[in-house]
């Protein structure tokens, strides 16, 4: 039986507004095995990286706050360790790629002061040492010139070059989970099958775990070994990718997977999922799902469905409920 690395139970985040409180993530459960790439997909706005962020605890200075479950790394439970332990985890044992490389990089300081800072405090090199192994990671992620690029400053750099600095940034005191947040967005295609190459040997040389966070199916397709279905803050499917893609069970997941063009066939206009993801300060009755689901039953609209585990597959809707078949 595979090991799990990270579990993830009951993680709930609220988020603070003028309108109220509201969930934004509600209830989620997910775990990563060793040596696994899990996928955590969905549209923009359904908690994906809002998770990451609990997971990771940085959620200090925003009107976010978990407000219950737990996240278990090995033996400790993220949620409850101080500060000061949960700073020695973050970077070293679990490091991530943001979305947005510009933004996470410093733009005043050097690449390679940004490196170093890591490297020091976790691994405990001199300035000497911690040169020498920034240098050895952007090699090791593909950037030439690595000896000079260390001296440059973020916006001399391109996108895609930024974003293998945000790699090996992230890969520097080798960790155990990497938690990559939209690693390919904004980067076109040849870049995006670079970084997801990289990524894919990094993996496979240090027995690294990924949590995979994307909306590209495609990116999932690629890279996964199983799937987790978010929808407005909460898990609606999850399953091994294979089976996802060719037995997709929520009614979400099937219009995630008909809105991707398929090679091979006829040129066509791509199906769509009507409607929107929903406004969390006004979530709708019942099942989160049934305003825009074209197979929505009468106890859709006034119950929302438990997650129901069958097999190693798991899915959040009445349609596999034996109790709500006859009422639609």
């Known amino acids: ?45 359904c908690g994906k ?9 940085l959620l200090k200075n925003t009107p976010g706050k978990i407000v219950g479950g737990t996240v278990h790394f090995g033996d400790r439970d993220l949620v ?13 044992d679990i490091a991530m790629i943001f979305q947005e490389p510009m933004t996470s990089l410093n733009p005043v300081l050097k690449i390679g002061r940004q490196l170093e800072e890591a ?12 040169r020498q192994h920034a240098i050895h990671m952007l090699d090791l992620v593909g950037i030439p010139r690595a000896a000079e690029i260390i001296h440059e400053y ?16 992230a890969m520097s005191c080798h960790p155990q989970l990497l938690i990559a947040d939209e690693p390919t967005t904004a980067l076109d295609v040849t870049i995006q099958a670079q970084i997801l190459e990289l990524m894919k040997k990094l993996k496979a040389d240090n027995n690294m775990s990924i949590l995979l966070i ?3 199916l495609g ?42 063009p398929k090679l091979r066939q006829p040129v066509k206009r791509l199906e769509s999922i009507p409607g929107n993801v929903p406004d969390l300060t006004n979530m709708p009755r019942g099942c989160k799902f049934a305003p825009r689901c074209a197979e929505a ?5 006034e119950k929302e469905p438990e997650l129901l585990v069958n097999e190693g597959r798991s899915c959040r809707c009445w349609l596999y409920d034996d109790a709500a078949k006859g009422e639609k």
């Open 119 to 130: 490297i020091m405090l976790h691994l405990k090199y001199d300035k000497k040492q911690a």
């Open 219 to 260: 990116v999932v397709a690629e890279m996964c070994d199983r799937v987790v279905v978010m929808y407005a803050g909460r898990v609606v499917e999850e399953g091994d990718v294979l089976d996802i893609f060719d037995h997709p069970q929520h009614p979400y997941t099937k219009g995630l997977i008909r809105s991707v």
């Open 49 to 57: 990286s809002v998770t990451s962020l609990s997971i990771m605890r």
């Open 154 to 169: 973020p916006h001399q750099l391109s996108g895609g070059m930024r974003q293998r600095v945000m790699i090996a940034m």
């Open 1 to 45: 039986m595979a090991q799990k690395l990270l579990d993830v139970k009951g993680l709930r985040t609220q988020f603070t507004r003028e309108q109220g409180k509201v969930n934004a993530v509600d209830g989620v459960d997910l775990h990563v095995n060793k040596g696994e790439v899990l996928g955590l997909v969905g549209e923009s706005g």
């Open 80 to 92: 409850n360790l101080p500060e000061n332990e949960m700073r020695k985890i973050r970077g070293k």
């Open 297 to 301: 039953m009468a106890i859709c609209h």
């Open 214 to 216: 994307t909306h590209d």
